[in-house]
């Protein structure tokens, strides 16, 4: 049968509902449709804790494991899963949130950066990596490649065989449709799901 719908997000005591906003293999735009809220935006703001937003707030990844599992109300990802560690950071806040959003049609359902399937990884680094003339380093690591960091040893994240969906990936609360989502889809959003009555798990929002 359905899920049954879940509890509201109740503010905590004191405080408010602690939102997160993550981008994995993303072009940027659905962050920006949540900008495009407007006065919608500066709502957002009032009614909620950001606890995590990159392009927006300093919050490291440290500061999300710092939180306790469930410590997250409400995360919206949006991008596809293409490296290891838009993996992990998908792993890490399905373990942090109490309700994770597939936010966006990459995230959804691979959108363009799902067009990556079409190609066998190798041929995607040499088009994106080496190919181009407008490369100007072809000797520059790849993903997965060794790098130096202060000093200090690191590996670039790996390119993951194939574009993943955020579902698959872990399991996903609610999906976001739209590429980007329009500021009427993302404000719906957001009402429904910081509104007394959540519509129920594995709902597509989007209005009628
Ligand atoms: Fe960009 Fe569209 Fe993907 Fe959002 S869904 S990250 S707007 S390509």
Redesign the pocket.
Known sequence: GADPAPAPLSPRAGGKPRVAFY?NA?????E??VVDLGDGFAGLLERVEVVLWPVATDHKRADVEALPDGGIDLAFV???VRLDEQEDWARLLRRKARTLVA??????LG???GLGNLSEPEALLEAAYRAPPSVANPDAPLPGGPVRVDGAALSLPVLLPRTLTLADVVPVDYTVP????SPAVVQAALDALLGDAPPPRGAVLAPD
């Open positions: 981008w993303s072009c940027g735009g659905c920006e449709a949006n991008g596809a936010f966006g049609a990459c995230a959804h959108g363009v950066v739209g590429c980007p989502p």
